[in-house]
């Protein structure tokens, strides 16, 4: 069974940072692209990074570039979203999913690509 579960969430200050961990398992990283999504209250879920099966492609929103990193531990099966600088805008649930579709060189933030969820982890920057 194909599931995913985010943690390193938590309660920081402006321009503090996180580590998001999103583990894997019923199958392997090398097999789907991950992305990170987030959900800030009121707001409509957007794409923040992901990483191609392949784990030789990148994609971030503009809102985040510079600022956060995606990255993956085969070994651990693990997909990590290093978030720096944060910003009282980045507050938000983060969500890991599994696109089961992407071609190994690719991967999108569009989140009617991807299938499996995680449950999320709160993020949240205080001023």
């Known amino acids: 069974q194909l599931q995913l579960m985010e943690s390193g969430g938590g309660l920081v200050q402006a321009g503090q940072s996180l580590r998001l961990s999103c583990a894997a398992s019923?199958?392997?990283?090398?097999?789907?692209?991950i992305g990170w999504f987030r959900q800030a209250p009121g707001k409509e879920r957007e794409g923040v990074s992901c990483?191609?099966?392949?784990?030789?492609?990148?994609n971030y929103a503009d809102s985040v570039k510079g600022r956060f990193t995606i990255s993956r531990d085969i070994g651990t099966n693990t997909v990590y979203l290093e978030v720096s600088n944060l910003e009282p805008e980045d507050t938000a649930v983060y969500y890991c999913?599994?696109?089961?579709?992407?071609?190994?060189?690719?991967?999108?933030?569009?989140?009617?690509?991807?299938?499996?969820w995680g449950q999320g982890t709160q993020v949240t920057v205080s001023p």
């Open positions: 019923g199958f392997g990283l090398t097999y789907y692209a």
């Open positions: 990483i191609s099966s392949g784990g030789g492609t990148t």
């Open positions: 999913a599994a696109d089961v579709l992407a071609i190994e060189a690719a991967c999108v933030l569009a989140e009617g690509d991807y299938s499996y």
